[in-house]
């Protein structure tokens, strides 16, 4: 059993961009290697040389179980996987439940949303707990740690996010779940759940929308920034009697209905 963190790898999915990217550059620079798996080649190609030989990156899905296995196979070039955040998610716009003129809500959208946020955390956590069970336990017993990223969504969705908030709230009930049943092998489950984040993705967006968002935040004024999540993560990551939790982060931010 090694406690030297430069052999005790941590896997993101998502981590090519935004809460994930950053979140992968703070476990670097603690000098744990990080093993990247992202859909996006470009961002893919960046990662690549932020890492250096410190890291990996696989470029794969989150729901094809080779390229999550690939990931894992890499993370233990450079160690035991010790921690995993399963980061990759998201949602498309999807509209109400009956839209304008009687229209139903688009199955497709519902449905990728589900298996993205859902179906691909679920993917990346029980194949690298598998891998993580077989690790050296620690002296309580403990041989990994796993984080699901979900969303003050999956508390109170607002209307027009049935699908990202149905899924959101699945990984808020899959963690308690994940947590006991994970125990059995000492591995332990926690949960983010940001509100809205100051990600890169915002230098595209409207300044007007930021600052009106920024204003519903109670306290203090502002988005989240990412190595507030990421200095979070580490928390819950490596605090050995955090389990089964799921952690707001959002400066008392609760969604209004719309
Ligand atoms: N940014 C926020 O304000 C915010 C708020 C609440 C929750 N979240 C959640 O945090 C997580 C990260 O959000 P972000 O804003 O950093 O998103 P982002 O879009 O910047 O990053 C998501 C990454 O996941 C990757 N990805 C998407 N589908 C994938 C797949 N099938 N397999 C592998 N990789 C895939 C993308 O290529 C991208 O690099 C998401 O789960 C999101 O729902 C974000």
């Known amino acids: 059993m090694t406690t030297d963190p430069s052999e005790r790898t941590v896997l993101i999915s998502g981590g090519a961009s935004g809460l994930g990217e950053v979140t992968a550059l703070w ?11 992202d859909l996006d080649a470009e961002k893919c190609e960046a990662m690549t040389e932020h890492l250096g030989d410190r ?68 993917n990346t956590l029980r194949l690298a707990a598998a891998a993580m069970s077989e690790n050296d336990p620690d002296p309580d017993g403990e041989r990994g740690a796993a984080l699901l990223v979900t969303s003050g969504a999956g508390f109170e969705g607002q209307i027009g996010q049935i699908a990202y908030g149905s899924a959101k709230s699945a990984l808020i009930g899959m963690t308690l779940i994940a947590a006991r049943d994970l125990s059995s092998v000492g591995i332990r489950v ?3 759940a940001p509100g809205v984040m100051n990600t890169s993705a915002w230098e595209q967006g409207p300044p007007e929308l930021k600052a009106a968002l920024e204003s519903t935040v109670p306290f203090p004024k502002r988005l989240g920034e990412p190595e507030e999540f990421a200095r979070l993560a580490e928390h819950l990551l490596a605090n050995r009697y955090m389990n089964g939790h799921v952690a707001r982060l959002d400066g008392a931010l609760r969604f209004a209905p719309k």
């Open 190 to 192: 926690n949960a983010i």
């Open 55 to 122: 890291g990996a990156v696989v470029c794969g899905n989150v729901l094809d179980d080779a390229d999550v296995q690939r990931a894992i196979d890499a993370a233990r070039t450079f160690g035991e996987l010790r921690w995993v955040i399963a980061c990759a998610g998201g949602g498309e716009v999807g509209g109400r439940i009956v839209g304008k003129g009687g229209v139903p809500h688009d199955m497709g959208i519902f449905q990728r949303t589900l298996e993205l946020n859902v179906t691909g955390s679920f």
């Open 27 to 37: 476990f670097l620079g603690l000098g744990y290697p990080v093993v990247v798996l």
